[in-house]
């Protein structure tokens, strides 16, 4: 059982705890007792994440104090909890180790092989010293890492055979099974070492220079010393060092890194910028909001490195197969020395048999290269558990604003009544979703920019999930949302409007009501015009063995079968709320499907935890997404869908060929050894080179090309629906 500190600023701490499964209650259990601390005013317990989120008064409670309270309440329930730590075997100290012993084996091929000389091998000569000890320091490491552990590791077993090899006078036989054991060790350490670099230098922003303006002065600070609010001037070909708003000129800036989309965007004073984010072209200033660990990219960097933790289900039955090859493989070592009384040919066997270096690789490798594939082409898997069950599942929903449809729809209708205008009705509309992340608000504040329309001032606003927004603008209520939301807070509808809605949704449109002081001012009808190849990935997902598409919604029936008309969904629910969409996706699960969500990562949160896997579509730069999705696309490209589902399968082929070679070669090498075809050299290379074979095997992942790619690409043209593009404003009296 271990802690990790995912998170830390003074007053909140994120800790994430590992437990067995018969554990499980103990993390409600420790929410309870830490509630019951005076200084802790919040837990929160997540359960998908095995975490809890803890909000305490910093001037009472340090952090130390608050782990240690977490200690505390281990240490009552008869449980030990220690702190996460990194591998025993420093990359660093691996290769100083295997350096020694290369240079050991140097010094015995040139007295042995090239000057023809007797090498002495008892257990008081050099080498025998010199191979003694190491074979303590492999013994004593076995015997550390299996401490709470029954039964005998690799290590204990190497280190032992390799102490009484030399007991018996063969030290340059037990030298020969630890130099290639060490370096079995300081390849393993490379890979994972290089693995975590790959990812860091994805997400890198120390080591740069900034400027930041002090009293009209630029200034040259390192990275490191950045504050929240900081005025950091930028120019063309520098790279964004926060995230924040812009508060003076106009830039260009890339935002690939972090959202996925290919063009630059203009971006201008009063909007935001995430770190990571690069100026092509203007010089912009902009006030820092988030530094250091709390920046956005610093969240996906660390989802990034706990993904690779997150242990896939193949990885497990991996960890099973390599432990009964290694009983095997032990047994059959045993067996040789008894049959033979040569050490060679025992060690030999042990090497090719007993050190499942390549069956523990089969599966990690595989799942390592697919989730960094992944992340290469904008796709954030939060661990191999995800990769592995997204490409079983039987069942894909949904959501249809900002997922089947664009992240960015266009106003199609402006409909004022008794006698509103409609530049009037879009003023009140755009002040009320200021600060709305929904699709449709974007569509509305996109609207009032292109035709100049300034939002007025606010106070207040309420967003309600699945309905709408309230928000208090010059001292007057106003709603803007679905016709259910307006019947809830009892707003009289003008009927001539609600004829006038019921058209534009016969056409395909999503009507919004716009109500001032109780009172319906017009309405404001959304196109649905549908994402490039959505209907291709649909049927491409049922060629590929998903059995039900199905699409939610919150519109009305009438719009929903407007999209039917162009998708070849299975089934399809309207009108649903988000707790609805919760419901529909938990009964599915019920009757033994395995179900895939696609949606925002905003108004889908509740379907997206209730999911097997919950995939948030164009979640690039969206915290609510990393937060509640389980995939994060960070564009709106819905062929990542289709890519992220054949990776998937891929990857699961590449395991289960990793497991057959792995396999195979054991046998092989084993018997070569019993028949004294493999002296220990030679079958500690075979051993290495069996596993650089996994390795190779894993790595095609990397540039993994589905041949669905020819085939999709014929279906992106986009679907229109019916007379969603042309802009109607009319006033009705």
């Keep these: ?109 040139i007295k042995k092989v090239l000057l023809k000389q007797a090498i002495a091998q008892g257990p008081f000569s050099v080498l025998g010293l010199v191979a003694g000890l190491s074979s303590l320091s492999t013994l004593k490491s076995g015997l550390t890492e299996r401490k709470d552990k029954p039964g005998i590791s690799l290590e204990t077993f190497i280190g032992g055979a390799a102490l009484a090899a030399v007991g018996a006078g063969e030290a340059l036989a037990a030298l020969q099974v630890l130099w290639i054991e060490e370096g079995s060790h300081l390849l393993t350490d490379y890979l994972a070492d290089k693995s975590q670099r790959k ?41 964004v060092p926060v995230d924040g708003e812009i508060i003076h000129g106009t830039a260009l800036v890339d935002t690939a890194h972090i959202t996925g989309q290919l063009q630059p965007e203009k971006k201008a004073a009063g909007e935001f910028v995430f770190a990571g984010s690069y100026i092509r072209e203007g010089v912009i200033t902009v006030r820092a909001q988030r530094v250091g660990e709390d920046l956005y990219l610093r969240q996906v960097l660390k989802l990034a490195e706990e ?118 009705l879009l003023e009140w509309a755009v002040s009320a979703e200021q600060h709305n992340k929904h699709p449709i608000a974007s569509a509305i504040k996109q609207e009032a920019q292109r035709q100049g329309v300034r939002p007025l001032p606010h106070a207040l606003c309420d967003y309600i999930l699945g309905s709408g927004v309230r928000a208090e603008v010059q001292g007057k209520q106003v709603l803007v949302g679905n016709e259910r939301f307006l019947e809830k807070e009892h707003i009289h509808l003008v009927p001539v409007l609600t004829r006038e809605a019921q058209k534009a949704e016969a056409r395909g449109q999503t009507i919004v009501y716009v109500a001032v002081e109780d009172t319906t001012l017009g309405l404001i009808g ?19 063995g998903v059995k039900k598409t199905v699409m939610i919604t919150g519109d009305k029936a009438e719009v929903a079968r407007q999209v039917l008309r162009h998708l070849p969904f299975d089934v399809h629910y309207s009108l649903l709320l988000p707790e609805d969409k919760a419901r529909v996706v938990n009964e599915l699960k019920g009757n033994g499907h395995k179900v895939v969500v696609v949606g925002d990562g905003v108004n889908d949160a509740l379907a997206l935890a209730e999911a097997d896997i919950g995939i948030a579509v164009g979640g690039g730069g969206s915290e609510i997404a990393l937060a509640t999705a389980d995939v994060v696309l960070t564009n709106g490209d819905l062929a990542k869908v289709l890519y992220l589902r054949e990776l998937s399968q891929q990857t699961l082929k590449i395991v289960y060929q990793n497991f057959w070679l792995a396999t195979s070669t054991d046998l092989i090498g084993a018997g070569l050894g019993i028949l004294g075809f493999l002296p220990p050299v030679l079958a500690g290379l075979f051993h290495v080179a069996h596993s650089l074979g996994i390795m190779a095997n894993s790595s095609r992942l990397l540039t993994f090309a589905p041949q669905s790619n020819e085939t999709y690409a014929d279906s992106q043209a986009e679907t229109q629906l019916p007379d969603s593009r042309r802009l109607d404003t009319l006033a009705i009296h």
């Design 1 to 109: 059982m271990v802690y990790e500190v995912c998170h830390a600023i003074p007053g909140r701490l994120r800790l994430k705890i590992s437990l067995r499964r018969e554990e499980g209650s103990l993390l409600r259990d420790l929410q309870q007792y830490l509630l019951e601390q005076k200084a802790i005013f919040s837990v929160e317990r997540r359960v998908k994440s095995n975490s809890l989120v803890i909000r305490y008064y910093p001037k009472k409670i340090t952090q130390p104090a608050v782990l240690s309270e977490v200690k505390g309440f281990f240490k009552v329930k008869g449980l030990t909890i220690p702190a996460r730590r990194g591998s025993p075997k420093s990359l660093r100290g691996s290769m100083a180790r295997f350096l020694g012993l290369t240079a050991c084996m140097g010094y015995v091929f």
């Design 199 to 239: 990812i860091r230098e994805l997400f890198s922003l120390a080591g740069e220079k900034v400027f930041i303006l002090q009293e009209g002065v630029e200034i040259e600070i390192p990275f490191d010393a950045l504050q929240v609010k900081d005025e950091v001037v930028l120019h063309s070909g520098e790279r």
């Design 307 to 424: 993904a690779l933790s997150n242990r896939a289900e193949v990885q497990r039955v991996a960890d099973k197969l390599g432990e009964r090859m290694l009983r095997a493989g032990l047994i059959a070592t045993g067996a040789t020395y008894l049959i033979t009384a040569n050490f060679a040919k025992t060690f030999a066997v042990m090497l090719t048999m007993a050190c499942p270096c390549a069956t523990a690789l089969a599966a990690g490798s595989a799942i390592s290269s697919g989730l960094y594939a992944a992340m290469r082409k904008g796709i954030l898997i939060k661990g191999g558990r995800y990769l592995e069950e997204v490409g079983t599942a039987d069942t894909y929903c949904f959501d249809k604003t900002g997922t089947i449809t664009p992240r960015q729809p266009q106003v199609s209708l402006i409909l004022g009544a008794n006698g509103t205008k409609p530049e009037t």
């Design 526 to 544: 959304i196109d649905n015009h549908l994402q490039r190849g959505a209907a291709g990935l649909l049927e491409a997902l049922q060629a590929r």
